[in-house]
């Protein structure tokens, strides 16, 4: 890789996008690289808005990716991808989006914001909708594993400048042990669908 990468990752909190940033940047720094991330929260522990970002490359000074900077986005919830927007580059910047809305509460009534593929593809090269959240709902009845899912098709359809086998180590290192197992079986499962 001869040129500097760089990852924001878009979501709610508590789902996963911490760990997903770690698992990213155990992998970079395994791989030789020189890594910086960031993780800027909003109201993460009451399902607000969090976003973090992760840089890897020869040499890298900041942790934050600049306006149009993204070479990928990973939104973990649809919603989001719209505030990630500022990030993307209809010239290289792909989307990997979550097929999934938390739906916004407005008095007694539920109000969905529909994800328009069109506004997003003026901040982006490509846009990969994927059901994370419905496939691992289905498969092992946990709707945290969309993120880990989410990785394992970045990392399956080369979005991700990073090897299978470092991206595989990292998770080891990085998720506990109660969980490892399941998280493993999310990211194989992704890879093979």
Known sequence: ???NFNIVIVGTGGQGLITLN??????ATKEGFDVKTS??????????SVETHIR????????????????????LESQEAFR????????KT??????????????DKKTELSSSANEIKKFSKEILLIPATKVVEK????????GIYLLGVAVSKKLIPLKIETVVKAIKE?????????NQKAFELARYQ
């Open 174 to 182: 990085v998720v506990s042990p109660k969980y490892l197992n399941l």
């Open 84 to 91: 990630a927007c500022y990030y993307g580059s209809n010239e």
């Open 139 to 146: 498969e092992f009845q946990n709707p945290v594993l969309a």
């Open 1 to 3: 890789m001869n040129k």
């Open 22 to 27: 770690k698992i990213l940047a155990v992998a």
């Open 39 to 48: 993780e800027l929260h909003g109201l993460s522990q009451r399902g607000g």
């Open 94 to 107: 792909i989307f990997l989006i979550n097929d999934y809305i938390i739906p916004i509460l407005t008095g």
């Open 56 to 75: 890897f490359g020869k040499k890298i000074f900041s942790p934050l990716v600049k306006e149009g900077g993204a070479d990928l986005v990973i939104s």
